[in-house]
Every structure is written in C-alpha cells, then in structure tokens.
C-alpha cells in the first residue's frame, strides 16, 4: 500500500470513528438544604469529535463546570450517557486531564517537581523524565526558574507550571475550568497564545469553560452557549476563522466582531437572569 492510499484509508476511518466525547440527553439534579431537588442541566446533548477546541459560555449556575466533572467520571449524571470514543465513561480508560481557576501546584514543590508529577502520573520511565521536563520547561518559556517555588512566581507563570504539568499527563482530553479567569487582560492573553500552542501541537480534543466571550472566540472551532439554570444548549456556534489566531490581530478582523455579536445574543444574560 503506497503513502497516498494509508491516507485514504486513515482518512476514511476518521470519518467512522465515533467522537471522542459525545453527551446524550444529560440530566443533573443536585438536593438543596431545604430537602427540595434542584436540576442544574436538562436534556444537553452534543458531541466533540478528535481534535476539536470547544468552549463552553452561560450565566453563572448553568452547570459549565458540571458538564466537565461528567466528562471527567467525577460526577454521574442522573440520567443521560456520557461517552468517550463511543465507550461509557466509567468503562474507557482514555486520559483525561484537568485544569483549574487556580493553578492547585504544589506550594513545596518546584517548578520542575510540579511538572514532574504529570510525568509521573502518565507513566513516562523515570529515565526519560528529565529531558521531558527539559523539553516542556522550555517549550512554556520557564528556562531560568526551574528551582523557582509558587510563591516565587507571577500568576501567569504558575498557570504555565500548571499547564505544563497538564501536558506532562499527556492527556487524549483537555478539560479546562475558566483556567486564565483570575487573571489581568494582557496575561490573559498571553495564556491564550500559550494555549493555542499546545492545542496546535498536539491537537487534543479541548472542553473550556469561560465567562469572557472574547476569549471563547478566539480559541474556539465551536462556542456553546447555555442558557440559565437549568442549563440547556441555547446555540452551538461553528468559529469559522483561520488558524494560526493570533488574539491581538483578531480584534482588528470583522467576522470576529460578528462572532462576538453572536455569542452575546444567544447568551441573552439579560433575560436568562429575569433582571
């Protein structure tokens, strides 16, 4: 078989692969302290295929960081499937990785023994661990703070530590829970680009979730907008702009004002809050 036809049949088994996550008809429910149930999603489904970035945007309460404890296996849903590569969840053992609002590093820990825990944890032999550390330190531009602790860090660089020990894990999926919320514009920024990167180089299939609509556009093949608790899909919106993005130069394009517009009507925070 010459190079051209394993491309084709590559291609084709693509094209009949399951997707990498697909939620169906979700349900959640939570008990509230006066004994009544609260749902917090309602009848969500919607799939992620290998490879793609999807953000996730809605009101605060709407269930964004539930939908990635159910992606996760941390949380079963009261009714619904969550699938990984057309597997229930709680039966793949596909890695998935997940990352925080705050980076949760190991205050005693140094750059390279945060980093290092995702090495660990993703099986890489402790032979190889060194220059796997080496090739991630530099790749996030931490060179020269390798013995650096958290405290001695700005936060943009503890998200970098965290980031590198999510790629150190070598997870098939990334889960990100408004990673870069607590920090200013232009280190937000920043981050983004770091993120882009990462994404571009590996091509993971990525759930993030996030408050700042511009930041969704930017990184996003897909925008998910949730409507108010109970949460429920308002608008799947496809981001057609090319890549490589970079966030400074998109702000000056048209088609990512009207993006931008768009998200901003499905998510209606108006209405969906009965201010």
Not at 101 to 130: C, K, Y
Not at 160 to 188: C, H, N
Request: charged content about 25%; aromatic content about 6%; proline content about 6%.
């Amino acid at each position: 078989m010459n190079a051209m036809d394993r491309n084709f049949v590559a291609d084709l088994a693509t094209s009949f692969a399951p997707p990498k996550i697909a939620l169906s008809n979700i349900h959640v429910r939570f008990p509230a302290p006066d004994g009544k149930v609260v749902p917090i999603l309602e009848g969500v489904s919607f799939d992620v295929p290998a490879g793609q970035f999807v953000s996730i945007v809605g009101p605060s309460g709407c269930g964004k960081s539930t939908l990635l404890r159910i992606v996760s296996g941390l949380l079963k849903p009261a009714a619904g499937e969550a699938r990984i590569d057309g597997q229930m969840i709680a039966e793949n053992g596909e890695r998935v990785g997940f990352m925080f609002q705050r980076d949760t590093l190991l205050p005693w820990g140094t750059v390279e023994d945060n980093i290092r825990v995702g090495a660990e944890l993703s099986g890489v032999p402790a032979s190889a661990i060194p220059a796997r550390l080496q090739e991630l330190i530099a790749f996030l531009r931490l060179t020269g703070f390798e013995k650096h602790r958290p405290h001695q860090l700005s936060g943009g660089m503890r998200q970098r530590v965290a980031l590198g020990r999510l790629m150190a894990y070598e997870p098939q999926i990334y889960l990100l829970d408004e990673p870069f919320g607590a920090l200013d514009s232009q280190t937000k920024s920043a981050m983004g680009r770091e993120l882009l990167k990462v994404w571009a180089r590996h091509r993971r299939s990525v759930l993030f979730v996030t408050h700042d609509i511009e930041e969704a556009v930017t990184l996003s093949d897909r925008v998910i907008v949730i409507s108010s608790r109970p949460g429920r899909i308002k608008k799947d919106i496809e981001i057609d702009l090319e890549r490589p993005r970079d966030p400074a130069s998109l702000r000056k394009n048209s088609r990512f004002a009207d993006y931008v517009e768009e998200v901003w009507a499905a998510l209606d925070v108006v209405r969906d809050l009965d201010v």
